[in-house]
């Protein structure tokens, strides 16, 4: 009873607290105004054209980027490490990716054979030598002292051997001229370069044991050659006449020089001209090829434009290696250094007499001093006597050139070896020590006569305006006596019919020199014009445009090219058979 009577009690409060549902009731918005209505649209193609354009310029970017970087799939290199297995892969042949030339590594380093040579006695590589000058990419590793597996076999044996090198050039550039000698087998008859049991053969010459006179003068690789006045002054001071006797024959030469003389492309008529003095045994012409390579399997950077200056220390290389059993002196000039004798008659008793002073040098070392002088416009108008009377001095002596004991010399840089002894230099003048570490001995007079600023008779010469220096009276020494007799050779030359059909098809005016000049200028010479710091990386003025012309055809060297089959670190490239072509044009 008690129990129902507390229930009904609860039954009574539930229904005092029960609220009783209520209906809220909300007022619909106004209708929208025209004008908010015309906002809103507004707003939609607004957006509508942001998110359009985010995605027009995603795509560009994307697209652009595979242009840039070629994308292959290909398995990770297992010899690559974990950040560098992050890179996309590329294919095969050239790479364009001007952003990365000096850090991107790539799945090999590709090197260009230019030559090799084999020396069955050697002073300083000993029997059975062989030295082979090249080019490297250098930035997959560290190449300045890397071995090379060389294998070398004659009619009944074969030989396996490390070769092992050093470099030249300087660091801002992707390929890195190398020198790699090592000893193999005697009367070798095949050469062959082996990585994990893949062999490619590669050709290879005799060394010069005999040349035409003591001293060489290795004249770096010559482009769109046309200035054949310079070439005329440096040949015939060279050759300036003096008797030799013993090895080298009763010969008649004054300096006794012999010039060595590397081209890629030369004016047609220029080249003949070089033909005849060849003839009449004042020099030796070579071919300086572009390098290319004929096939690859893994990618690589276009060799020539990612080389300094042309690869012209692979040139003087060349050169040191031909003829290092041969000479007794070589000189690494350009064209437009020549060098006249100041104490003695001839480079080989001047060149004695500085190492008589300094026996342990290595080489010897002379600054260029800049100077101008009036070309003659035709052959029948030049003359020494005239040419010497034109020539100004400036005080400006710029880095110079050096002359060595080719059995001291393995390899060479554009201005000397990064591979001297260490040692100390000494100023010839001061006879103070110099702390560097070279051994090379410093000439400060005579410095080489260097005319890299002819002036044309009727030319514009605008070449002066960008190449502003101070000429004063000449500050050489130029014996009268040497004059008269190079104005004597010369007239003798100009007699032969030969070059008498000749001379009068040679260029007359600049059409080359001020377009090579501004591409140098624009690549890397407009700091030390302009007296401001540049932003340069490798010295190199490979993609200068250089226009053709009907009236001046041009030689350029060819070969065939070569490449071997893919081989890991280094796969390699060369030529064969090179030769003279007349349908190439005037190019680098």
Partial sequence: MKLLIEHQKLDNIVEDVFIEPQILYIPLEEPLSPRRIQMIKRRKVILIFIILLIIFLFYNSFKAMNETIHFETIESDPDLSNGEELEAPL???????????????????????????????????????????????????????????????????????????????????RYTPAMAKTNTVENITKLEMESNGVRVEIPFKMARYTAPKPVIICISPQFVAEQWQIFLMHVHVANRWVLFLGSFKNTSYRFGGHLHIYLTSIIESFFELMKEYEREGYLTLDFWLRMKFEHTTTPYFEPNENIEWRNQAGAQTDCLLQYKEAAEYIAFFDMDDILFPKNYPTYLEEFSAEWALQPDATSVFYGRREHEFVKAETLSQFSFIELVRSLRSSPTVKRGKVVVKPDRYNSTWIHFSNNE????????????????????????????????????????????????MKFGPLNETIRDHDVKAIEDD????????????????????DFYLPIVFKCYYDAFYDNAFDHRKGKHGCPNADTCVLPQREEYKCVHSHAKYFSGPHMKPFTFHFAKNPFWSWNIGCYQ
């Fill in 91 to 173: 294919k095969p042949g050239i790479l364009i990716d001007p952003t990365r030339k000096l850090t991107r590594k790539l799945p090999v380093s590709h090197v260009y054979v230019t030559s090799a040579y084999y020396y069955p006695t050697s002073k300083s590589l000993g029997s059975n030598a062989i030295a082979m000058a090249m080019i490297v990419d250098s930035i997959n590793f560290n190449v300045d002292n890397a071995t090379y597996n060389v294998v070398g076999s004659n009619e009944t044996h074969t030989i396996s051997s490390i070769a092992t090198s050093q470099t030249e050039g300087v660091p801002t550039c």
């Fill in 421 to 468: 002894s260490e040692g100390t230099r000494y100023d010839i003048v001061s006879k103070f020590p110099i702390n560097l570490n070279y051994f090379r001995r410093t000439i400060d007079n005579p410095t080489l006569i260097h005319v890299q600023r002819p002036l044309q008779k009727h030319g514009n010469n605008n070449i002066t305006k960008v190449w502003k």
């Fill in 490 to 509: 010369i007239e003798r030359i100009r007699r032969i019919s030969k070059v008498s059909e000749i001379a009068p098809n040679l260029p007359s005016s």
